[in-house]
């Protein structure tokens, strides 16, 4: 259960030592985006090299764009190397894709959806193969591919992707990153709206904002409270024998409601003190 994922430039191994120690719950070493051309091999290199030391957390790396020369590049150089915790795949646009990597590496798959053709597969990317641990928007190319201009527009399709993490049993998904780095207040509302949503954490750009995520999807005191007493008031009824739990409150304690309680108990025994 990971809830703050920083991006680090491939081609900047100085940032390297610096992001395991930024508290960070996982790293991304970018061969993608954050690299021009002319540098894919340095950066290619220079994660090789890292992911072969132990670190202390998870490291992913994002490959470039499947199927093309660069992809099959960063698989040669990282795919299979014990380091890497798994591929971030960019660009998904189809479970058959996800089959292909998948038969070409032993990591765990996270597939960026970006596309309107992306969203519309969602769920049968999610659900492609059992390498898949995860799925996530990449807004910046997805606004762009459906012409929108701001969060108002992405709320649907962040509930899709969300809708088809959940029903192919993965974790809920973390929000994509948030580029106004200077932006906090803008930050914190996004993804207090994102958690409403259904998402679990975010990725980074900056270390900076770890913190405003970590605060934002971390369970409240509040939350946990009332998930430990609803937990409290079901283990009275067992011992009772009762078949019904009743809350302080007066409601009735489902099983969707015990779930939810167990998950903000256990997400608080690592990241609430």
């Not at 807004?139 to 201009?149: F, K, Q």
């Not at 779930?259 to 256990?266: E, S, Y």
Request: hydrophobic share 50%.
């Amino acid at each position: 259960m990971l809830l703050t994922w920083l991006y680090v430039p491939g081609d900047r191994p100085d940032r390297f030592d610096k992001a395991v120690d930024s508290g960070a719950d996982a790293i991304v070493l970018d061969l993608e985006d954050a690299v021009v051309a002319g540098r894919k091999e340095y950066a290619r290199a220079a994660v090789a090299d890292f992911v072969t030391q132990a670190h202390g957390l998870p490291v992913f790396v994002r490959v470039n764009e499947l199927g093309g020369p660069e992809f099959f590049a960063d698989i040669d150089a990282v795919g299979k190397a014990r380091g890497v915790a798994g591929l971030r795949l960019p660009k998904v646009e189809s479970a058959a894709q996800v089959i292909r990597v998948a038969g070409l590496v032993g990591a765990q798959l996270h597939c960026l959806v970006e596309s309107a053709i992306g969203l519309e597969m969602a769920y049968r990317i999610a659900s492609a193969h059992p390498s898949v641990a995860g799925v996530a928007l990449g807004e910046a190319d997805l606004r762009s591919d459906l012409g929108v201009i701001d969060d108002e527009g992405l709320v649907w399709a962040r509930g899709r992707i969300v809708i088809a993490a959940r029903a192919a049993g993965l974790p809920a998904p973390p929000m994509s990153v948030y580029p106004e780095l200077s932006d906090v207040d803008g930050l914190r509302a996004s993804c207090a709206a994102g958690r409403r949503m259904g998402f679990l954490g975010r990725a980074a750009l900056h270390p900076k904002q770890l913190p405003v995520i970590l605060e934002g999807f971390r369970p409240s005191a509040d939350e946990l409270e009332r998930s430990r007493e609803l937990l409290a008031a079901v283990a009275e009824a067992t011992e009772r024998e009762s078949g019904v739990s009743v809350l302080p409150d007066g409601r009735f304690a489902d099983r969707a409601m015990i779930a939810a309680a167990q998950r903000t108990v256990h997400l608080a025994a690592r990241y609430v003190s």
